[in-house]
C-alpha cells in the first residue's frame, strides 16, 4: 500500500454526495429513453458542465478544476452506478491527451468545447485485427502537400457516432513499428469518414460505431509529434485502467444493492429470502467481492495521485473491479429470479452492462499478462 490509507476527506465525501445527487436528478431520468432509442442525450454533457464535472484532471488554465484522479473515479463511480452507458459520455474519451500535447488553437478547438459540454469525442484506436495488439494495425496517415490523408477501418469505438471529433490513432511510417505510430484530430463531419453505428448487448445508451476513414485532414491535425503515438497512448492507458475500474465499481455496487434492497422486501416461506442462509451466502459473498473492488480502485488512484508507480496496481484494479461486476450483478439476477430477467428491472441492464468490462480497456487476460511480468520485474529489482 505504500504508506497510502484509503479514506476520503471530508471535502471528498461532500464531492461523492455532489455525484450522486446529480446522477439521481440529471442522470436518472434519462436512463429509460436513452436505453431504448440507443440515442446519447448531448444535454447531459452540458448539465454534467454546469457543475465542472467535464473539467476534472484538466488544468485550470484551460478551464478544468485541477482535481485528482480520486475524485474523477468518485464521479465515475456515483455515475455509472446510476447508468453505466450515460456515464460513458461524461468521461471525454481520449481528452487527457489534449492538455499535454495540444497546440494553442487545438486547445481552444477541442479541449475547451469538451470541457463545457458544446462537444464530444472519441478515441479510435481499436482495428479488426488489432485490439490489444496495437501494433498490428492497418491503419495510416500519408503526408499530402496540403497535410495529411488518412485511410482507417476502426472498431468498437465508444462514442463515435455521436462525436464531433475523433482522437483517431494510425501510423504514419509503419516499418517504424512503435515509433511510427502517429495521432490525429479529426472532426467527424470530415469528408471522407463514415460511422456506422452498431447495436450492442449492454451499454445501449451510449453509441458505438465503426469508423471508416479515407479523408484529408490538414497538417495541424497531428497531435503531439509523428512517430511518438504509442508514447502518448502508454502516457495515458494506466490511468484509463484505472477510471474503467471505477465505472466497473458502480456498476457493481448498483447490483448489491439492488440485490440487498430487493432481499429484504421479497418473502417466501413467510419470510424476507435475506433470512434465508443460501441467499445470506451470495450477499455475503458479493460484499466481498465489492470491497475488494472497491481497496483497488482508490489504492491505484491514490499510488497515481501521490505519483507513484502505479503500472501493476492499475492491472489489478480492472481485473479485480471488471470480474466483480460480473460476478456481483450475476449474483443479483440469481437473487431476483424471475423478476430479474423482465427488461423493466434495472438489474438485467447491470447484467447486460457488466459484460462489457472484463473485455475492453485490455482484456482479463492481457492484464494478468502485464500482472505477471510487472511482479516479476519488482521481485527481480
Not at 440515442?39 to 448539465?47: G, N, T
Not at 472498431?155 to 482522437?167: E, N, Q
Not at 484529408?216 to 509523428?226: I, K, N, T
Not at 417466501?268 to 481497496?295: D, N, Y
Amino acid at each position: 500500500m505504500g504508506g497510502l490509507v484509503l479514506f476520503e476527506t471530508e471535502e471528498q465525501r461532500s464531492f461523492r454526495d455532489t455525484c450522486a445527487r446529480f446522477a439521481a436528478r440529471e442522470i436518472a431520468p434519462l436512463v429509460d429513453e436513452a436505453e431504448s432509442t440507443g440515442v446519447y442525450p448531448r444535454i447531459l454533457r452540458k448539465k454534467a458542465a454546469e457543475i465542472g464535472l467535464l473539467g476534472l484532471g484538466v488544468p485550470e488554465v484551460f478551464g478544468g478544476t485541477e482535481s485528482g484522479l480520486w475524485e474523477r473515479c468518485i464521479m465515475i463511480e456515483e455515475c455509472a452506478k446510476v447508468c453505466a452507458g450515460l456515464c460513458t459520455g461524461l468521461l471525454g474519451l481520449g481528452q487527457n491527451l489534449l492538455p499535454q500535447l495540444g497546440t494553442p488553437a487545438q486547445i481552444e478547438r477541442y479541449l475547451k468545447p469538451l470541457v463545457d459540454g458544446d462537444k464530444a469525442s472519441a478515441f479510435a484506436m481499436t482495428e479488426p485485427n488489432a485490439g490489444s495488439d496495437v501494433l498490428a494495425m492497418n491503419g495510416r496517415a500519408e503526408r499530402t502537400s496540403t497535410g495529411w490523408r488518412i485511410r482507417a477501418n476502426k472498431l468498437y469505438i465508444t462514442g463515435a457516432p455521436c462525436s464531433d471529433f475523433m482522437i483517431v490513432v494510425v501510423y504514419t511510417d509503419r516499418d517504424a513499428r512503435r515509433n511510427g505510430v502517429s495521432i490525429f484530430l479529426v472532426d467527424s463531419d470530415t469528408p471522407g469518414v463514415d460511422i456506422q453505428k452498431m447495436d450492442k448487448l449492454g451499454h445501449r445508451s451510449m453509441e458505438t460505431g465503426n469508423v471508416f476513414l479515407d479523408c484529408e485532414v490538414p497538417s495541424d491535425a497531428l497531435l503531439g509529434e509523428a512517430g511518438r503515438g504509442m508514447d502518448y497512448v502508454m502516457s495515458v492507458l494506466e490511468e484509463g485502467r484505472i477510471t474503467h475500474a471505477a465505472r466497473s465499481l458502480g456498476v457493481a455496487r448498483a447490483g448489491y444493492e439492488s440485490a440487498l434492497s430487493y432481499s429484504g422486501m421479497r418473502e417466501t416461506f413467510g419470510v424476507p429470502i435475506m433470512q434465508h442462509q443460501a441467499i445470506q451466502m451470495k450477499l455475503a459473498q458479493m460484499l466481498i467481492e465489492l470491497r475488494s473492488a472497491h481497496l483497488h480502485v482508490y489504492n491505484a488512484a491514490s499510488r497515481k495521485d501521490a505519483e507513484m508507480p502505479v503500472l501493476l496496481d492499475a492491472s489489478m484494479a480492472k481485473v479485480v473491479a471488471s470480474e466483480a461486476a460480473v460476478s456481483i450483478t450475476d449474483q443479483a439476477m440469481r437473487i431476483f429470479a424471475g423478476v430479474g430477467y423482465i427488461n423493466d428491472a434495472p438489474v438485467q441492464r447491470y447484467f447486460r452492462d457488466a459484460r462489457l468490462y472484463p473485455i475492453t480497456e485490455g482484456t482479463t487476460e492481457i492484464q494478468l499478462r502485464t500482472i505477471a511480468r510487472t511482479a516479476v520485474l519488482q521481485q527481480e529489482n
